[in-house]
């Protein structure tokens, strides 16, 4: 992904720039995609019982999981989700897809009965 800034005074051309803010996965869309499918079936190892739903719910409860842990980490610890080896970025991951994995088990435990 890339913006294009104005232009700059001393280079006539459009300058085109990298958007790589704080926050924000530095590696790409496919690595924050890998980053939650593991994130997420780290999260349903680590919970005991049976949750529901294949490979496309634990990529997306991992993904959702792993937002929410950039944002909860941004938000207390004042560290995002800023680099794919990076083992903050695999805890705070990992914590933001338990917390989305239980939600889901509340939500479709309830829907079941």
């Not at 704080?22 to 680590?46: C, D, P, R, S, V």
């Not at 294949?54 to 207390?76: D, H, N, R």
Request: glycine letters at 16%; proline letters at 3%.
């Amino acid at each position: 992904m890339f913006s294009i800034r104005e232009k700059d005074e001393a280079y006539p051309a459009i300058r085109v720039t990298p958007l790589a803010e704080e926050g924000t996965i530095k590696n790409g869309f496919f690595a924050f995609l890998i980053l939650g499918l593991i994130a997420g079936a780290i999260a349903k190892a680590i919970l005991p019982g049976r949750q529901g739903g294949g490979i496309f719910i634990t990529l997306l409860l991992g993904v959702v999981g792993a937002i929410l842990g950039g944002f909860i980490g941004s938000a207390l610890f004042n560290v995002g989700i800023n680099e794919f080896f990076s083992l903050s970025t695999w805890l705070l991951a990992i914590g933001g897809a338990l917390i989305v994995l239980l939600v889901y088990g509340m939500i479709t435990k309830r829907s079941a009965h």
